[in-house]
T-cell receptor, first 111, second 110 residues
Framework: DAGITQSPRHKVTETGTPVTLRCHQTENHRYMYWYRQDPGHGLRLIHYSYGVKDTDKGEVSDGYSVSRSKTEDFLLTLESATSSQTSVYFCAIGPSPYEQYFGPGTRLTVT | KNEVEQSPQNLTAQEGEFITINCSYSVGISALHWLQQHPGGGIVSLFMLSSGKKKHGRLIATINIQEKHSSLHITASHPRDSAVYIC????????????FGAGTILRVKS
């Protein structure tokens, strides 16, 4: 299994509060991704990174920002959480754009 | 638009049965992935294919590039195979990022 962890694994927060999710890898992979998974929508790409300080938006990036200051960590921030951001968030890593390994997921509930 | 279509959406099988899950796509791809997700669990990458066939234990994945179609087969199915199986494609014009199908929910009864 790829060395990838996510923290926290579960979080409940209130509407309007900022939230940061962390993805940490020990594989030294160049590519890192944040997805959200919702019933009826499958997995959707939020943001991705192709190197330190190199990030780009995915298909559902509104309301989210990311940062990657070192190879091993990719942070996803919800600036002001909304109920529509209640979801399961998955991080993925990969040595190339078309090879990805997924983390265990973070279940976020915004009340 | 849905570039990746999976069938069936739901599948119930008896233990021991041979199972096939299908994935069709409408565009040229650089690779196709099969993923497995157990209830409440993480996502595991089963196969990455760009041509032909791959086998791992009781799982077999095939792809026909000309027909834009892939199948995932499970031989001698077991209740522990119960999971959601997700097909995803890498599109070169999308920076090889993955586009996911909706998933097939498989339940294997003992």
């Amino acid at each position: 299994d790829a060395g990838i962890t996510q923290s926290p694994r579960h979080k409940v927060t209130e509407t309007g509060t900022p939230v940061t999710l962390r993805c940490h890898q020990t594989e030294n992979h160049r590519y890192m991704y944040w997805y959200r998974q919702d019933p009826g929508h499958g997995l959707r790409l939020i943001h991705y990174s192709y190197g330190v300080k190199d990030t780009d938006k995915g298909e559902v990036s509104d309301g989210y920002s990311v940062s990657r200051s070192k190879t091993e960590d990719f942070l996803l921030t919800l600036e002001s959480a909304t109920s529509s951001q209640t979801s399961v968030y998955f991080c993925a890593i990969g040595p190339s754009p078309y090879e990805q390994y997924f983390g265990p997921g973070t279940r976020l509930t915004v009340t | 638009k849905n570039e990746v279509e999976q069938s069936p959406q739901n599948l119930t099988a008896q233990e021991g049965e041979f199972i096939t899950i299908n994935c069709s796509y409408s565009v040229g791809i650089s690779a196709l992935h099969w993923l497995q997700q157990h209830p409440g669990g993480g996502i595991v990458s089963l196969f990455m294919l760009s041509s032909g066939k791959k086998k791992h234990g009781r799982l077999i994945a095939t792809i026909n590039i000309q027909e834009k179609h892939s199948s995932l087969h499970i031989t001698a199915s077991h209740p522990r195979d119960s999971a959601v199986y997700i097909c995803a494609i890498s599109l070169a014009e999308y920076g090889n990022k993955l586009v996911f199908g909706a998933g097939t929910i498989l339940r294997v009864k003992s």
